[in-house]
Structures are given as structure tokens and as C-alpha cells.
């Protein structure tokens, strides 16, 4: 079965400085893969996704993800934070062929100080 | 152009009653999703319905339901509630069809509380 790793539950950040969240998967084919974020009491909103071509994918709000096939990995990244960044971060995988469901990590929050 | 809306926003249920949960979805979109996201359990997945039949089924058990409309609207069903049902119930939406490469797209939730 299909997995996602979030190794990081919790991560703090200075406004202005760099982040990069980690998200392994486990999928026997090239999965589709994608990045949601939560805001307190709210939904899930689609940051970006990857399919295929390009392994570098951009997103909105200044954030990128990159697939790494040889290390089963899609970090997503932005170069310079801010406040209202802080939010819980879930990376999901497609059940590809069949389009059925998402299967998401545990989910990352972050925290931004100023 | 509407996201995908939820009605009611909050809701509050004793146990052994049941509750009925709304899902519009994006115009266009003809499949819906069904997740629970509760407390240390993470997001998981309960049911898929693309064009007016269920496709997909998590591993929860019979007494969550739904169904679809002719219109693509959905609701979700839980008889006999539990303490552990509490949760938010997200609804999510795609441009329909197998082997879609479409994301989901979420709604902001119905918020259950079991007293």
C-alpha cells in the first residue's frame, strides 16, 4: 500500500528566511504528488502539483517542490517566509491508475516568528 | 467561480444520533470526496462518489454513508454516533473520470462534535 512520510511534525522559522519541508512517499509506479495547506478551522488548499515532465514544479504563494525519483522524495521549499505562512503543510499521493483517493502524511506545522 | 462549500459549518450530536453532512462541488466537477480528519488520526479517506455512484470505499465502517445527486452534490451519512466520530468531515471535488490527472479540490469542512 501507498505511504507518506512527513518526518517533521513541527518546525519553527524566522520571517524572511528559507524552508524546506520534507515528504517521503512509497509507491511502486511514479505517483501523482501534492502539497496542502491548512490554515486554523479551515480546508485544505492545493499549493501545487506534480505530475509528470518537469521535476520541478512551481506552486502559488512563492512556493516550489521538487520530485526526486531516486529518493522517493517531494520537498517543497520557498526562499524567503513569511507570517502568514504559518499553517499545517500535508503532502499527498494519488492513487494513480485509479484516481480513487488522496493518501496524505501526518502533516507539518510551521511556525514563524518575527 | 464558488469552491466547494459544506453546510452546516459546525454541528454538535449526542451519541447514538445521527447527522447528515452537505457537499456542493465546483461546478464542472463531477466527482466528490469524503475525508475525516480527526484529532492524532490524521486525513483519511472515507468515500469517492463520480457520477452518482460510489467508487471507493475507506476503511470505516457501514454505518458511514452518502450518496450522490443527479446535480453532483453529495451528502455523507453516520448513524449511530460515536465520541471517537468527532472530527472535521472534508468534502473535496475533481473534474471527474478514471485515470483523471486532476487534483482534489477541498472545501472547508463541517466540524462534528460528539457529546
Known amino acids: 500500500a501507498q505511504s507518506v512520510t512527513q518526518p517533521d511534525i513541527h518546525i519553527t522559522v524566522s520571517e524572511g528566511a528559507s524552508l524546506e519541508l520534507r515528504c517521503n512517499y512509497s509507491?511502486?509506479?511514479?505517483?501523482?504528488l501534492f502539497w496542502y495547506v491548512q490554515s486554523p478551522g479551515q480546508g485544505l488548499q492545493l499549493l501545487l502539483k506534480?505530475?509528470?515532465?518537469?521535476?520541478l514544479v512551481q506552486g502559488i504563494k512563492g512556493f516550489e517542490a521538487e520530485f526526486k525519483r531516486s529518493q522517493s522524495s517531494f520537498n517543497l521549499r520557498k526562499p524567503s517566509v513569511h507570517w502568514s505562512d504559518a499553517a499545517e503543510y500535508f503532502c499527498?499521493?494519488?492513487?494513480?491508475?485509479?484516481?480513487?483517493?488522496?493518501?496524505f502524511g501526518t502533516g507539518t506545522r510551521l511556525q514563524v516568528t518575527l | 467561480e464558488a469552491g466547494v462549500t459544506q453546510s452546516p459549518t459546525h454541528l454538535i450530536k449526542t451519541r447514538g444520533q445521527q447527522v447528515t453532512l452537505r457537499c456542493s462541488p465546483i461546478?464542472?466537477?463531477?466527482?466528490v470526496y469524503w475525508y475525516q480528519q480527526a484529532l492524532g488520526l490524521g486525513l483519511q479517506f472515507l468515500l469517492w462518489?463520480?457520477?452518482?455512484?460510489?467508487?471507493n470505499r475507506g476503511n470505516f465502517p457501514p454505518r458511514f454513508s452518502g450518496r450522490q445527486f443527479p446535480n453532483y452534490s453529495s451528502e455523507l451519512n453516520v448513524n449511530a454516533l460515536e465520541l471517537e466520530d468527532s472530527a472535521l468531515y472534508l468534502c473535496?471535488?475533481?473534474?471527474?473520470?478514471?485515470?483523471?490527472?486532476?487534483?482534489?479540490?477541498f472545501g472547508d469542512g463541517t466540524r462534528l462534535s460528539i457529546l
Open positions: 473535496a471535488s475533481r473534474i471527474g473520470g478514471h485515470y483523471s490527472n486532476q487534483p482534489q479540490h
Open positions: 509507491y511502486g509506479a511514479t505517483p501523482y
Open positions: 506534480y505530475f509528470s515532465g518537469d521535476t
Open positions: 499527498a499521493v494519488d492513487d494513480t491508475g485509479t484516481a480513487s483517493k488522496l493518501t
Open positions: 461546478s464542472g466537477h463531477t466527482s
Open positions: 462518489y463520480d457520477e452518482g455512484e460510489e467508487r
